[in-house]
């Protein structure tokens, strides 16, 4: 029923033959399958590398190459305002673009929706929260016991229930 021709080595085979049934992809596959690379090296063996007309000795891994100390350990200081790469302009250029369109959807939510702007409220760092000093002063530097679940949805089964430990800010 399948009308879509495929075309294998072999012909033509229609597409839905080819894919299911009996597994005419892996016969075909396999007829005409070639070496893996492993299988090549070990039938002819790994060839010649050449680099600008001369043979590559992969046997050896002396090398002429002289480094200076004195270069190898000078710093580069960065100037952190000025890209280093294209990927760093790229980012940039982006950030940009979504902070101008965060502006233009500003406006746009204020003078044509005539919404009120809401202003963002930072509550700090996660470092921050986990220095906050909890409101009971009693159980201030104790850690906090959380109970096991046990996989319906609550944390036992015959527990009651208690009151959380405040927090500041809370």
Known sequence: MCIIPYATQQGEISFCAYNTGVGWRQIIENMHKNATVAEWYK?????????KGKAVDLKSFEHSLVIDAEDASRVRHLEHDIPQTAAEEDRIRRKKAWEEAAKVRAIYEELVLEEAAT?????????????????????ANK????????????????????????????
């Open 119 to 139: 202003d963002v409220v930072q509550i700090g760092s996660v470092s921050d929260i986990a220095k906050a000093v909890p409101a009971n002063f009693t159980n």
């Open 43 to 51: 039938t002819h063996g790994k060839h010649e590398i050449y680099a």
């Open 143 to 170: 850690p906090v016991n959380i109970a096991p679940a046990n996989g319906n949805g609550s944390s036992s089964a015959n527990a009651t229930e208690t009151a959380a430990e405040a927090v500041a800010g809370d």
